[in-house]
C-alpha cells in the first residue's frame, strides 16, 4: 500500500492547528467548518499534503494509510452502541474528526447519502448488536464481504475514507484489486457492458431510517428511500468495468448482484473477475490513528468477522465519502455547495 508516515513535527503540527479549530467549531458538520475546510487543509504537514497529492494523481495504489496520529483511547471515551447517539455537537472525538476532515479534504469533497446515518457527512462504523449477522459496517459477526462503496449508485464516491479511533482485537479490513490479474479479453468486454444488475446495499434502505428533522427534508428524503426501493424491487443493469484498457476500474459489490439466467455469459465473466479478485484479498488491522484512503475506482474493501462484546469497548472507525467532482451530484443536491445527495 501507500503509506505516508507523519514525522515527530508534522504531528505537533497538526496538533496544534487541530487544537485551535476544536475552539472555533463544535463539529466538521458545521457548514461553515464544511465551507473552509479546503482552505484550512492546506496548513496539515507539507508532507502529508505531498503524499495525498500523489495518491490521488498517480493513483500508485488502492489504498494509501496515513499513520502516526496520536489517539488517547481515555479521551475518546466510550465507543457508543449506536449512530443515532452520537452524530454532530459534542462528540469526545471532535479533534480526530477535524483532523481526517482535513485530511479529505486534499483529496476532493465530502458529501452525505439523505439515505444513510441522518444524512451526516461523517459516518460511525462500529458493531450495533440489532447488526450483528448483517452485511453492513457496523455488523461483526459475518465476514463483510468485499465490495465498491455504494456500487449500485452512479454517484458514487472516488474515495471512502475511513480513520481508526480503535481497533482493540486488530480485526482486519480487506482489500482486492485487479493489480497483477491478467482477465482473459473477452472477459473483461463482457464486463464493460451493462450486463450486471446490482441492488442497493442494505445500509441506504429505509429499514436503516432514523430521524428526519423538518417537514422539507423528511419529503426529500422521502423520495430518495422511493428510488432506493425502486432500485432493489428492480436492480438496474451496470458495467462492472469502465475506464482505460490497461487498469480498468470497477464497480461491483457481489453480494447484492445477480445475473439472470437468460445471460450465462455475463454470469461467467462476473464469476472469472471475482474469483481473480477472491484469490488475491489481502487484510490490514488498522491502528488507533491511522487513516485509510480506499481508492474506490482501483479497489474494493471488506472486514473480517470478529466478536463484539458491546461494552465501549469494540472496534471503533468513522467513515468519510469523498467525491472529486461535485457536479456530478448537483442534479441530486439542494444547492451547488449542499453536500447531501437526495
Ligand atoms: N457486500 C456488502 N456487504 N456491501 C455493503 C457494505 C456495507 C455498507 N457500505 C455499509 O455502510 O454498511
Ligand atoms: O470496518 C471496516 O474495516 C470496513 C467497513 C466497510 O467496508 C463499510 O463500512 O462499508
Ligand atoms: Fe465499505
Given at each position: 500500500?501507500?503509506?505516508?508516515?507523519?514525522?515527530?513535527?508534522?504531528?505537533?503540527?497538526?496538533?496544534?492547528?487541530?487544537?485551535?479549530?476544536?475552539?472555533?467549531?463544535?463539529?466538521?458538520?458545521?457548514?461553515?467548518?464544511?465551507?473552509?475546510?479546503?482552505?484550512?487543509?492546506?496548513?496539515?504537514?507539507?508532507?502529508?499534503?505531498?503524499?495525498?497529492?500523489?495518491?490521488?494523481?498517480?493513483?500508485?495504489?488502492?489504498?494509501?494509510?496515513?499513520?502516526?496520529?496520536?489517539?488517547?483511547?481515555?479521551?475518546?471515551?466510550?465507543?457508543?452502541?449506536?449512530?443515532?447517539?452520537?452524530?454532530?455537537?459534542?462528540?469526545?472525538?471532535?479533534?480526530?474528526?477535524?483532523f481526517f476532515y482535513l485530511c479529505a479534504s486534499l483529496l476532493g469533497d465530502p458529501i452525505a447519502w439523505s439515505t444513510q446515518q441522518d444524512g451526516r457527512l461523517l459516518h460511525d462504523v462500529f458493531p450495533i448488536k440489532e447488526h450483528q449477522f448483517e452485511q453492513l459496517g457496523s455488523g461483526s459477526e459475518e465476514l463483510l464481504t468485499w465490495h465498491i462503496e455504494d456500487a449500485f449508485h452512479p454517484m458514487r464516491t472516488d474515495y471512502v475514507g475511513l480513520m481508526c479511533l480503535r481497533n482493540p482485537d486488530g480485526v482486519n479490513t480487506t482489500y482486492g484489486s485487479l493489480e497483477g490479474i491478467d482477465l482473459p479479453a473477452d472477459v473483461v468486454e463482457v464486463l464493460r457492458q451493462e450486463r450486471f444488475p446490482i441492488r442497493p446495499d442494505r445500509s441506504h434502505l429505509a429499514a436503516n431510517r432514523q430521524n428526519d428533522g423538518d417537514e422539507q427534508l423528511r419529503r426529500l428524503r422521502d423520495r430518495s428511500y422511493e428510488w432506493i426501493s425502486g432500485l432493489d424491487a428492480n436492480p438496474e443493469p451496470i458495467a462492472v468495468l469502465f475506464g482505460p484498457q490497461e487498469n480498468p476500474y470497477l464497480r461491483l459489490d457481489p453480494y447484492f448482484m445477480e445475473v439472470p439466467a437468460s445471460d450465462p455469459e455475463a454470469a461467467a465473466a462476473?464469476?472469472?473477475?471475482?474469483?481473480?479478485?477472491?484469490?488475491?484479498?489481502?487484510?490490514?488491522?488498522?491502528?488507533?490513528?491511522?487513516?485509510?484512503?480506499?481508492?474506490?475506482?482501483?479497489?474494493?474493501?471488506?472486514?473480517?468477522?470478529?466478536?463484539?462484546?458491546?461494552?465501549?469497548?469494540?472496534?471503533?472507525?468513522?467513515?468519510?465519502?469523498?467525491?472529486?467532482?461535485?457536479?456530478?451530484?448537483?442534479?441530486?443536491r439542494r444547492s451547488a455547495d449542499d453536500r447531501t445527495i437526495y
Open positions: 500500500m501507500f503509506r505516508i508516515d507523519l514525522s515527530e513535527s508534522d504531528i505537533a503540527e497538526a496538533g496544534v492547528l487541530v487544537a485551535a479549530l476544536a475552539e472555533r467549531y463544535r463539529t466538521v458538520e458545521d457548514p461553515a467548518f464544511v465551507r473552509e475546510a479546503t482552505i484550512i487543509a492546506h496548513e496539515l504537514p507539507r508532507a502529508l499534503r505531498a503524499g495525498l497529492l500523489e495518491f490521488r494523481l498517480t493513483e500508485p495504489h488502492p489504498l494509501c494509510v496515513i499513520g502516526g496520529y496520536p489517539i488517547d483511547d481515555d479521551r475518546i471515551g466510550l465507543t457508543p452502541g449506536h449512530w443515532k447517539d452520537c452524530g454532530g455537537e459534542g462528540r469526545p472525538t471532535l479533534a480526530e474528526d477535524l462476473l464469476d472469472t473477475i471475482v474469483k481473480a479478485i477472491d484469490a488475491n484479498i489481502a487484510g490490514y488491522a488498522l491502528k488507533p490513528g491511522e487513516v485509510l484512503f480506499l481508492d474506490n475506482y482501483r479497489g474494493t474493501h471488506g472486514r473480517e468477522p470478529f466478536t463484539a462484546r458491546f461494552d465501549g469497548t469494540d472496534r471503533w472507525l468513522t467513515r468519510l465519502n469523498v467525491a472529486r467532482d461535485l457536479r456530478k451530484s448537483r442534479a441530486h
